[in-house]
T-cell receptor, first 114, second 114 residues
């Protein structure tokens, strides 16, 4: 069964600090990996999408990395702001005969404190 | 939320009653999806549509039906609601089959079945 595991489950950091969220997956064959940000009471919003050949992708203060060999991804947040408090969800999509089928992780809840 | 409106935003109903949730989009996107989000499970696909009157099941479709009579509207019906269907329901849209496309999500409907 395809799985997406995220760690840590929750994280508290001080404003201005950096943090890194992890995503490990077993999805195969791999098509792409996406990171979403979900604010409380809202739907997820896409941050980055990475395909097999991409190792790093940035979106402002968010930088995602992908190691397709070890099936790991990370999301690094630089100089955190209070508005970064949210749940961050890793989503991995299949290729091949199940192209487009996506498996969602449970998310990491980030709290940024002043 | 990318021109997506979910209604109602909150609903409380009793076990055994039918419930219909509505997703309305103004983006003219071809693909529409219904997900449920529960603690410990991440987002799970219920049903999706790839065009008017074209729908297919997701991984947790039992107890749910959908209809899409117009491009802009995608309805999710719980024929006879059960307590296990208490969840947050999200509608999502995509312009093309999302192999490498991001999804745009609505703000969600909180459904409580008592």
């Amino acid at each position: 069964k395809n799985q997406v595991e995220q760690s840590p489950q929750s994280l508290i950091i001080l404003e201005g600090k950096n943090c890194t969220l992890q995503c490990n997956y077993t999805v195969s064959p791999f098509s792409n990996l996406r990171w979403y940000k979900q604010d409380t009471g809202r739907g997820p919003v896409s941050l980055t999408i990475m395909t097999f050949s991409e190792n790093t992708k940035s979106n402002g203060r968010y930088t995602a990395t992908l190691d397709a060999d070890t099936k790991q991804s990370s999301l690094h947040i630089t100089a955190s702001q209070l508005s970064d408090s949210a749940s961050y969800i890793c989503v991995v999509s299949e290729g091949g005969t199940n192209a487009g089928k996506s498996t969602f992780g449970d998310g990491t809840t980030l709290t940024v404190k002043p | 939320d990318a021109g997506i409106t979910q209604s109602p935003r909150h609903k409380v109903t009793e076990t055994g009653t039918p419930v219909t949730l509505r997703c309305h989009q103004t983006e003219n996107h071809r693909y529409m999806y219904w997900y449920r989000q529960d603690p410990g499970h991440g987002l799970r696909l219920i049903h999706y549509s790839y065009g008017v009157k074209d729908t297919d099941k997701g991984e947790v479709s039992d107890g749910y039906s959908v209809s899409r009579s117009k491009t802009e509207d995608f309805l999710l019906t719980l024929e006879s609601a059960t307590s296990s269907q208490t969840s947050v329901y999200f509608c999502a849209i995509s312009p093309r089959e999302p192999t490498n496309e991001k999804l745009f999500f609505g703000s969600g409907t909180q459904l409580s079945v008592l």
